[in-house]
């Protein structure tokens, strides 16, 4: 098919996520993927381009990893899929095994699920019922921070602190606790001291905390002091609240260790992680939980978790996340990461420097910029970026004013040397242009 003929198709059928679509249809030339090998993709029209944010935060491993497209192979010519519901299959009970045994201590159970957004809503039902059932009825809300993102479902929506992203449903979703976030600079402190009066006045209200550890992504790469991780879990101990630590984009080494929750030396109760899990091949979640809330579901058949998505343990996700995992001890993928995070985080202190830039971070695998101007969702200027690199060969999809990479882990050296060069040249060029 031709490209012309694709994006015709596309603009009469497809209603695409987080799009003005009247602006799409009248303005948008998208690139059209054909392929995508490491960290490239390939236009129909011949072009590469370097994919610097993991299509979405998904591709850890670059695209199309020969070991994972060989054990899916494998695994589709045996079973594609067949349900958890009273039977098992292999892959999933090896993966359950070999993710307890790289998570953080006390996570022994696996609930597995889609997405990112299911599995931060099975920990929110498992965090109600676990309450509803072992004598707290009264624990029915949650405490999640500004500009939190936790996914698309309502109940993750709920939690969510993206006041774009909100507004549609407000009244039609629950409204829970939300404290301040501590990723601004001086925010530490008055965030803590927030936290700490919100358990201590509604403590008994409530069933959990969530929070992305570290790094609040869709707030456009917000870092914060883990000190913050290290306060909300005792605070939570201190008030018997449980801690859900959603790793959905943190986890897999994004942001040094394997999951951000490291950074703090801090355990949480339950954690979800989706997106890398799968190396970006399939989409499939999981929700890690401790012995105590696994423990609270058992005593008689009413009491268990009547939760579970069709595809709960997908036979083909389960075999390709259980590759995954071997391929990060294999090649020691987290280890490996250390130089080009060391490279990242210089390329991007150096772009603090440019006129247009008001404000640089970088933390593992994640460099961020905030330019000068309008800033949240809605703003422009990282559209220009994007464009400036589209022409250079990166697809580097800005969040409003919030120029950022996340690229594979494995990314090769030159091609990170490569998609730097270019964020800076076209960063500068927009400033070129304005001024
Ligand atoms: C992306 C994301 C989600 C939602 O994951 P989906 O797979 O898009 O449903 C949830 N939490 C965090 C922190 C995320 O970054």
Same mark, same amino acid.
């Given at each position: 098919m031709s490209r012309e003929s694709i994006v015709t198709l596309d603009k009469r059928r497809i209603w695409h996520p987080y799009t003005a679509m009247d602006d799409y249809r009248a303005r948008v030339d998208p690139i059209v993927v054909d392929r995508a090998s490491g960290p490239y993709l390939y236009d129909l029209d011949g072009r590469s381009y370097i994919d610097a944010n993991s299509s979405w935060w998904v591709s850890s491993l670059g695209h199309n990893h020969p070991r994972l497209v060989e054990v899916l192979k494998r695994q589709a010519e045996r079973n594609c899929h067949s349900a958890l519901a009273g039977m098992t299959h292999e892959v999933a009970a090896l993966l359950g095994e070999a993710l307890c045994s790289v998570a953080p201590a006390g996570l022994e159970h696996v609930f597995f699920s889609d997405d990112g957004s299911t599995a931060v809503e099975v920990a929110l039902k498992a965090s109600l019922q676990y309450w509803a059932q072992n004598g707290r009825p009264s624990r029915k809300r949650f405490v999640s921070l500004e500009e939190a993102f936790h996914g698309e479902t309502l109940g993750a929506t709920a939690i969510g602190g993206v006041e774009l992203f909100r507004r549609p449903f407000a009244g039609a979703i629950p409204e829970h606790v939300r404290v301040p976030s501590p !990723?601004?600079?001086?925010g530490l402190e008055p965030a803590v001291e927030i936290l700490s009066a919100v358990l201590r006045q509604q403590g008994e209200t409530l069933a959990a905390m969530v929070l992305e550890p570290v790094v609040q992504g869709a707030a456009g790469m917000q870092i914060y002091d883990p000190a913050y991780l290290r306060v909300a879990r005792e605070l939570c101990d201190q008030h018997e609240v449980l801690l859900i630590a959603d790793?959905?984009?943190?986890?897999?080494?994004? !942001?040094?260790?394997?999951?951000?929750?490291e950074h703090a030396g801090v355990a949480p109760d339950l954690l979800c992680t989706a997106k890398g899990f799968t190396g970006g091949i399939l989409p499939m979640a999981a929700t890690l939980v401790s012995e105590r809330i696994f423990e609270g579901f058992l005593g008689s058949a009413d009491r268990a978790f009547h939760y579970g998505h069709s595809f709960c343990g997908n036979p083909l996700g389960a075999a390709v996340a259980l590759e995954v995992l071997r391929i990060y001890r294999e090649e020691r993928i987290i280890e490996a990461a250390g130089p080009r995070a060391a490279r990242i985080a210089a390329a991007f202190e150096a772009l603090a420097e440019l006129p247009s830039v008001a404000r640089s971070r970088s933390l593992g695998m994640i460099g961020a910029v905030d330019l000068c101007g309008d800033s949240g969702y809605l703003a422009r200027a990282g559209w220009r970026v994007y464009e400036e690199a589209r022409s250079r060969g990166?697809?580097?999809?800005?969040m409003g004013n919030v120029v950022y990479v996340a690229p594979?882990?494995?990314?090769?050296e030159d091609t990170l040397g490569r998609l730097l060069e270019i964020v800076r040249e076209s960063i500068e060029s927009i400033t070129a242009h304005s001024g």
């Open positions: !990723t601004r600079a001086g790793e959905v984009f943190t986890g897999y080494g994004r !942001t040094g260790p394997m999951w951000a929750c990166a697809y580097l999809r800005p594979p882990l494995n990314i090769p």
